[in-house]
Nanobody, 129 residues
Framework: QVQLVESGGGSVQAGGSLRLSCAAS???????MGWFRQAPGQEREGVAA???????YYVDSVKGRFTISRDNSKNTLYLQMNSLKPEDTAMYYC????????????????????????WGQGTQVTVSS
């Protein structure tokens, strides 16, 4: 299990941009990393995920607008968010796992009914009209 700390959230107007960062305390169990978001009263949904081979996966609603990347030398995960919409408003969480069976492209979670083992505390993103 790895310690994760998110940063970069804030309030922006529709059409604006933000870049979220997630700093990991170590390299263990970070083969797969991802970003999830959760609005009040709703369940958490996968936004984007990436593995050590730099394969990336996105939920349809953010394709073409968001870009997930990782800098292994800095042990940091990023989410570049462009053309933000009010519907993107949510608490955004960083997650990491060893992903022994790879990623599920539909859920953006580890495959074989496995969930991410480490989660950050979340960073709030608010997009106004």
């Amino acid at each position: 299990q790895v310690q994760l700390v998110e940063s970069g959230g804030g309030s922006v107007q529709a059409g604006g941009s933000l870049r979220l960062s997630c700093a990991a305390s170590g390299y263990a169990n970070t083969r797969c990393m991802g970003w999830f978001r959760q609005a009040p009263g709703q369940e958490r949904e996968g936004v984007a995920a990436i593995d050590l081979l730099v394969s990336t996966y996105y939920v349809d609603s953010v394709k073409g607008r968001f870009t997930i990347s990782r800098d292994n030398s800095k042990n940091t995960l990023y989410l570049q968010m462009n053309s933000l919409k009010p519907e993107d408003t949510a608490m955004y969480y960083c997650a990491a796992d060893s992903c022994p069976y790879g990623l599920d492209r539909l859920t953006l979670r580890p495959a074989r009914r496995r969930d991410f083992s480490s989660w950050g505390q979340g960073t709030q993103v608010t997009v106004s009209s």
